[in-house]
């Protein structure tokens, strides 16, 4: 049996998000500023995000 995958997903819209414009963008190069990793203080808590040598970001507790 053959299953068709369509091409495109109709997502359902989100409620109370905020537009894609009210949406603060940084690049990771400024965040980063030549490092691979930085340390994220949120509610108390040090966070590490991390870029691998694949390029990808890791965030962890």
Sequence with gaps: M???????FKL????????????RV???GDLFRNANEIMIRHDGVIYRLKITRQGKLILNK
């Design 12 to 23: 359902a819209p989100l409620r109370n998000q905020p537009a894609v414009a009210d949406i």
């Design 2 to 8: 053959m299953v068709e995958k369509p091409d495109t």
């Design 26 to 28: 940084l690049e990771s």
